[in-house]
């Protein structure tokens, strides 16, 4: 894409690599679109951004540490996508009112950019064939959605249109530097309470004696590698009281607000709760927690649980995974069932100190999909998610009238 960049930026030799330039990244300097080529380095937890603008290389470095919340690194993850797609003259009929297209916008002097905008409007006329070749004729009226021309209409030809994806998952190397951001600061908000925990504990005494004998002195960051013990350390803990308890997970987590809850039914057996998040995370950019609750060993099935920490979360979750255009599925084609709507509650202050972590192993594409409407994968799926639903209607009346005959019998009792 032909453009300038502004901003701090690095300027460096340029490459004949255009290839490996295969995102599209949405600068913050002018808010427009341009070609890059991505480099994740996990070792010195950087991103490197380098932009395609003939015939010099641009690039910016960005530091995991220099992200200081979630929703930082959710809105660095949405502002990259895959190449837009420039049209053939012979495809313009793709080109339809009310589309999204990623379009040219210039102001002379050859200064183009590429901002997303809406057709408004389409003027067809009939193509010329000079020479042989086929030559749209027709004019777009285009709706700019941002950038210089946000909220105004101009008119463009093919030539300077471009079409999107409509179904794309986050890129890997994307998706590896903001699961590594969000663990840097789930790692300092936990390092952060058990500090104040700590020192909550200890009384007056020892913090006077923590000012005095420490106050020159720096904690140092635990390692990813002794973090994610305590984790599963603190998970395995979790479970061993779930199991005490019983098989009633929602009565677990009910209690004092601060965290909010989706249950998912039918998940398989064997399913790992860190798919479940890197799923999640793949499709809306937001790091959850997940559990996968104990089960009886004659349940054909498991339950879970996502979890985050803001409603805005969750419903962005819930809207995703309670489409009636697709259904979760498993790679044997066990459909996901959500019968309840989110709900705030709290796990146990335990869980509460567990860092979010990911395993980067975990290979999502073989354990979780996504079974589009229309398709003969969803029409099985559906037909297999109400039979797990009429399943659960009829258990809802058998736990009923096991409550009713438990009455009865305490109350014959009594009596006597």
């Not at 002379?108 to 004729?137: K, M, P, Q, T, W």
């Not at 005494?205 to 390692?223: A, C, D, G, M």
């Not at 959500?338 to 354990?367: C, H, M, Q, V, Y």
């Not at 079974?371 to 029409?379: A, F, I, L, N, P």
């Amino acid at each position: 894409m032909p453009g300038e960049i502004v901003g701090k930026v690095i300027k460096s030799e340029a490459e004949d690599l255009p290839s490996l330039y295969d995102l599209e990244y949405r600068a913050s300097e002018d808010d427009a679109w341009y070609s890059v080529y991505v480099v994740f380095d996990a070792h010195s937890q950087t991103l490197t951004i380098k932009y395609l603008c003939t015939p010099e290389v641009y690039e910016r470095v960005l530091h995991a540490a220099e992200f200081h919340t979630e929703s930082q690194a959710d809105e660095l993850a949405r502002r990259f996508r895959p190449i837009s797609q420039q049209l053939q003259d012979h495809h313009c009929a793709k080109l339809q009112i009310g589309a999204t297209v990623c379009a040219a916008h210039g102001t002379g002097d050859n200064d183009l950019r590429f901002y997303d905008a809406v057709i408004d409007d389409v003027n067809r006329r009939s193509h010329s064939f000079r020479g042989g070749e086929e030559e749209c004729l027709c004019t777009f009226v285009l709706f700019w959605k941002h950038g210089r021309g946000d909220g105004t209409l101009t008119t463009a030809n093919i030539g300077g249109i471009c079409t999107l994806e409509s179904d794309y998952q986050i890129d890997p190397r994307i998706f590896d530097f903001v699961a590594l951001v969000k663990q840097k600061i789930s790692a300092s908000k936990y390092i952060s309470v058990s500090e104040s925990l700590g020192s909550a504990s200890n009384g007056p005494s020892s913090l006077k004696k923590k000012n005095n004998v420490e106050s020159s002195q720096i904690r140092p960051l635990e390692t990813k590698n002794s973090m994610t013990q305590k984790s599963l350390k603190w998970e395995s803990e979790v479970r061993s009281r779930d199991e005490d308890i019983g098989s009633e997970p929602c009565d677990v987590l009910a209690g004092a607000e601060g965290q909010h809850f989706i249950l998912i039914n039918n998940l398989e057996k064997d399913l790992n709760p860190s798919s479940i998040k890197k799923f999640i995370f793949e499709q809306t950019t937001i790091l959850p927690q997940a559990l996968v609750f104990p089960r009886l060993s004659s349940d054909p099935f498991a339950r879970g649980a996502i979890v985050v920490d803001s409603q805005k979360k969750v419903q962005t979750i819930y809207k995703f995974l309670d489409s009636p255009n697709n259904l979760i599925v498993s790679s044997r084609g066990r459909p996901w069932v959500i019968t309840e709507r989110p709900f705030a509650g709290t796990f146990t202050s335990t869980w509460k100190l567990i860092p979010t972590d990911l395993d980067e192993n975990i290979r999502t594409d073989k354990e979780l999909e996504i079974v589009r409407s229309g398709t003969e994968s969803y029409k099985r799926a559906k037909q297999l998610r109400d039979l797990f639903t009429e399943y659960l209607n009829h258990e809802s009346i058998v736990c009923k009238k096991l409550a009713l005959e438990e009455k009865k019998i305490l109350r014959s009792f009594r009596r006597a």
